[in-house]
């Protein structure tokens, strides 16, 4: 398997520009998470789906983000209008639920994203 | 709520030394417990996994990790560090039925030659 897929790898960009980050799951798993990394605030979950359904998007910062799941093999997160303050990496994950067992999630390489 | 503590944001050591990287967490319900590692410019790969099978824990590249209820700890140990090793280190705690993971906030393990 390929493992998570994410796209771009690296991103820059100007304030109030629009940016998409793109994530591929592991085929199968029907669980998918985004994070944001940042030297500040470490790791932190963004929004998880089930299914393709948002479960939990408590940790998005604010309207200007936004995450959708079309289908099950393809995610995206979208930032309108971008800030510089939103520059930080960010790795999508996903998990396969076993319904018991502590699921293991399995990140992809990140999208570093840099807004000037 | 479930939450992590990793003490030290950074641990150094020499090269065949033993690492220790120590982590506490709080949970309400049963954890299951996680050692991720981090390798610079790179995403998050699991070391190693509690999920109540058996109290110590064998992962990838020599970790181990020891879970201590009484403790509430479950501690990262090598008996012998390498170069390669050199990453940051991420403690994560997950309740029975629950998806989110809850990260510490990390301890970045040196090894010097």
């Known amino acids: 398997d390929a493992g998570v897929i994410q796209s771009p790898r690296h991103e820059v960009t100007e304030m109030g520009q629009e940016v998409t980050l793109r994530c591929k799951p592991i085929?199968?798993?029907?669980?998918l998470f985004w994070y944001r990394q940042t030297m500040m605030r470490g790791l932190e979950l963004l929004i998880y789906f089930n299914n393709n359904v948002p479960i939990d998007d408590s940790g998005m910062p604010e309207d200007r983000f936004s995450a959708k799941m079309p289908n099950a093999s393809f995610s995206t997160l979208k930032i309108q209008p971008s800030e510089p303050r939103d520059s930080a990496v960010y790795f999508c994950?996903?998990?396969?639920?076993?319904?018991?067992?502590?699921?293991?999630?399995?990140f992809g390489p990140g999208t570093r994203l840099t807004v000037l | 709520a479930q939450s992590v503590t990793q003490l030290g944001s950074h641990v150094s050591v020499s090269e065949g030394a033993l690492v220790l990287l120590r982590c506490n967490y709080s949970?309400?319900?049963?954890?299951?417990l996680f050692w991720y590692v981090q390798y610079p410019n790179q995403g998050l790969q699991l070391l190693l996994k509690?999920?109540?099978?058996?109290?110590l824990v064998k992962g990838i590249n020599g970790f181990e990790a020891e879970f201590k209820k009484s403790e509430t700890s479950f501690h990262l140990t090598k008996p012998s560090a390498h170069m390669s090793d050199a990453a940051e280190y991420f403690c994560?705690?997950?309740?029975?039925?629950?998806?989110?993971?809850?990260f510490g906030t990390g301890t970045r393990l040196l090894v010097s030659p």
């Open positions: 085929s199968g798993h029907d669980y």
């Open positions: 509690y999920t109540s099978a058996a109290t």
């Open positions: 994950a996903s998990s396969l639920s076993s319904g018991g067992a502590g699921d293991t999630q399995y």
């Open positions: 949970s309400s319900v049963p954890p299951y």
């Open positions: 994560a705690v997950k309740g029975t039925g629950f998806q989110k993971l809850v």
